[in-house]
């Protein structure tokens, strides 16, 4: 639920300081198997967002530009968006908030994992999240992209892991897993064709969420 908010501030013979804003209250918790919004359970129906903009690059051209993709996506029935890799305009997190619509926030991961990419990568990580925590449209923050120049391969690399974890939720119960389970990531995603997204089955002892239906060219003429 979102709340509207006016504030004043003033004092003996000054005009008063005035903000208009709102706030949002949410829960967003993990019960057993189920993901609960509000106490309710949710299934995860989302789509994989590139960020990318015919008429701005890295640049969403407008404000309405940013609203109308949100709304294009309820309209197709999803109820989350992972902007991928990218942090967005903070309009993308605001327009999600007013039109109620679930975001999956990325880290913008390297591809080659150097000293410079950790540096930037953690700097990046931290400053995404004191930017936008208060948005309670945000209910994941991905702090790497699959394995990408991380790999998992070293102790090294898996503690670095842990410090981006603890970024973004420091009372996580982080769970020291081998090299041997890290390495095997990659290796553990599967591709392969959807026709019906409700067919798919999972193991009842993971968290299961929808997101990548593949890829499909479109051309549009506008936005929305």
């Not at 999956?104 to 995404?128: I, K, Q, Y």
């Not at 420091?170 to 064709?193: C, H, I, N, Y």
Request: hydrophobic share 40%; proline share 6%; glycine share 6%.
């Amino acid at each position: 639920n979102l709340y509207t908010v006016d504030l004043a501030l003033s004092s003996a013979g000054n005009p008063a300081d005035r903000v208009h804003t709102y706030f949002g209250m949410r829960s967003i918790v993990i019960s057993g198997t189920d993901v609960l919004l509000n106490g309710r359970p949710i299934y995860l129906m989302s789509a994989l967002v590139q960020g990318y903009w015919p008429d701005g690059l890295f640049t969403a051209p407008s404000d309405d530009a940013l609203r109308a993709d949100i709304e294009y996506a309820q309209r197709i029935g999803l109820n989350g968006l992972r902007m991928h890799i990218k942090i967005e305009d903070p309009r993308w997190a605001y327009w999600a908030d007013q039109l109620g619509i679930l975001l999956w926030n990325d880290g913008p991961s390297p591809v080659l994992f150097t000293e410079l990419a950790r540096e930037r990568l953690l700097r990046d990580f931290h400053d995404m999240i004191e930017r936008d925590y208060n948005h309670p449209s945000i209910v994941i923050w991905s702090p790497y992209n699959e394995s990408w120049g991380l790999e998992f391969r070293s102790d090294r690399n898996i503690r670095f892991s842990r410090r981006l974890m603890l970024l973004a939720n420091p009372k996580s119960r982080w769970r020291q897993l081998s090299k041997a389970r890290f390495s095997g990531f990659r290796q553990r995603q599967t591709v392969e064709p959807i026709n019906n997204p409700h067919q798919i089955h999972c193991s009842r002892s993971r968290h299961m969420l929808q997101m990548g239906f593949g890829f499909t060219p479109v051309a549009t003429t506008a936005h929305g």
